[in-house]
């Protein structure tokens, strides 16, 4: 919300207050679905009104464009009522068939609005194409681009309102709707230019043209929407921000020595975690366990939903060990396919020989069908390079957890 005018952040403040009660409680379940249920509704009244009103202004008018428009505000029509549906299906209690809840609703939304754009799209263009090819007259006065502008300053204000709203609560769905909020304010500039140019010119094909060009732009977006919804559907990687706090909270609790293998699910309205935790193996089974839960316990309460830590333990760094442990980092240093390795581990096997284990992050280019070659490259090498080595076992970190 940086940069946005004090006098607007106050009045979006302000209306929030109103609408919504324990509007500054964005973390309590209840609160997030009046914020989604109220940036669906309040754009559903909205474009009922400037959709009855556009309608009307198109057909004295007898533009394409203004047309065009409105069945352009009909779709967002359905856009909100789709946000409005997916936050009311979002807040439904886990069941037997769905326990994890129906957070992943909300990503359906987007979705289902990218398909809007798309339909959007398609009935601009091809009126916009029948006005281009064989143009019919306008009827131009004097009010109706000051009336379209009017429409504009209201899908401005909308926009900042439920972008507001969204930032609040983290909703790429809420979000989603706000920028469509904008385009629209963008598409009515441009229907507004091509009638005043058309008139001024006595070129009525204006009016088709900017049709097409508003079209094509609604298409990309639509696709751009599209992608962006599936990814998390897919399982949209983790952003790093949210890997450091989960791994600075981790590392807050006492005992916990280092964090990796990070694996994040996300729910929508709730995460589900796992972690490997390093913790010292002098401080015993049941130490280790304890800590283990309390570092579940504070990732619990500031992440929402359910947390797993697995413990490994740390082995006294002795000076042998240290001294394995540096050759083995310079083989390491010298693989470009590694980045780096953790769960560094040997095992006595026989007098003068040693089992060596450790997990290694493969490098970002490295497609996961060339692990197993990458970790078999670092055993010949390690063998060469350290003879009291019997043999290796190196797993390789996927690329769904982040060290």
């Not at 967002?76 to 037997?96: E, G, I, Q, Y």
């Not at 992943?104 to 754009?117: G, K, N, Q, W």
């Not at 097409?212 to 599936?230: N, S």
Request: aromatic share 10%; glycine share 6%.
């Amino acid at each position: 919300m940086a940069g946005r005018q004090p006098f607007l952040s106050g009045v979006y403040e302000a209306v929030a207050r109103r609408l919504i009660p324990r509007s500054e409680r964005v973390d309590e379940p209840e609160t997030r679905l009046r914020y989604g249920v109220v940036a669906g509704w309040i754009s559903i009244i909205i474009a009922l009104v400037l959709f009855v009103l556009k309608i009307v202004l198109a057909f004295l008018a007898g533009s394409v464009s203004i047309l065009a428009d409105a069945f352009h505000l009909l779709s967002h029509l359905a856009n909100s009522a789709v946000l409005v549906f997916s936050f009311r299906m979002a807040s439904r209690p886990a069941t037997a068939e769905t326990p994890f809840g129906h957070g992943r609703m909300e990503h359906v939304a987007p979705l289902v609005m990218s398909i809007f754009l798309f339909v959007s799209g398609i009935q601009i263009a091809e009126r916009a194409f029948h006005q281009a090819l064989h143009p019919a007259p306008v009827h131009y006065w004097t009010l109706l681009p000051w009336i379209l502008l009017l429409t504009i300053l209201v899908k401005q204000w909308l926009a900042g309102f439920i972008r507001y709203l969204g930032e609040r609560v983290h909703s790429h769905a809420i979000l989603v709707n706000a920028f469509h909020q904008r385009i629209e304010a963008a598409v009515t500039l441009a229907v507004i230019a091509g009638l005043v140019a058309g008139h001024h010119f006595e070129r009525p094909e204006f009016d088709g043209y900017i049709g097409i060009a508003a079209a094509l732009w609604i298409l990309y977006l639509g696709f751009q929407h599209g992608r962006e919804a599936i990814l998390p559907l897919l399982g949209r990687a983790p952003g790093r921000e949210l890997i450091e706090s989960i791994r600075k909270t981790a590392r807050s609790v006492e005992g916990i020595e280092d964090v990796h293998e990070i694996i994040v699910h996300d729910y929508g309205n709730m995460y589900i975690l796992t972690l490997h935790v390093e913790i010292p193996d002098h401080l015993g089974p049941d130490k280790m366990h304890g800590i283990a839960e309390h570092c579940e316990a504070r990732l619990r309460k500031q992440f929402r939903g359910e947390v797993i830590c697995h413990t490994d333990p740390l082995l006294e760094m002795t000076p042998e060990l240290q001294a394995v442990e540096h050759r083995f980092r310079q083989v390491v240093d010298e693989m470009d396919e590694v980045v780096s390795y953790h769960d560094f581990r040997l095992v006595a096997f026989s007098p003068g020989k040693l089992i060596l284990v450790a997990d290694i992050d493969a490098a970002d280019e490295v497609p996961e069908k060339d692990f197993p070659s990458v970790a078999k490259e670092l055993e010949r090498q390690v063998l060469e390079a350290l003879p009291e080595v019997e043999y290796c076992t190196f797993y390789v970190t996927p690329k769904f957890a982040y060290s």
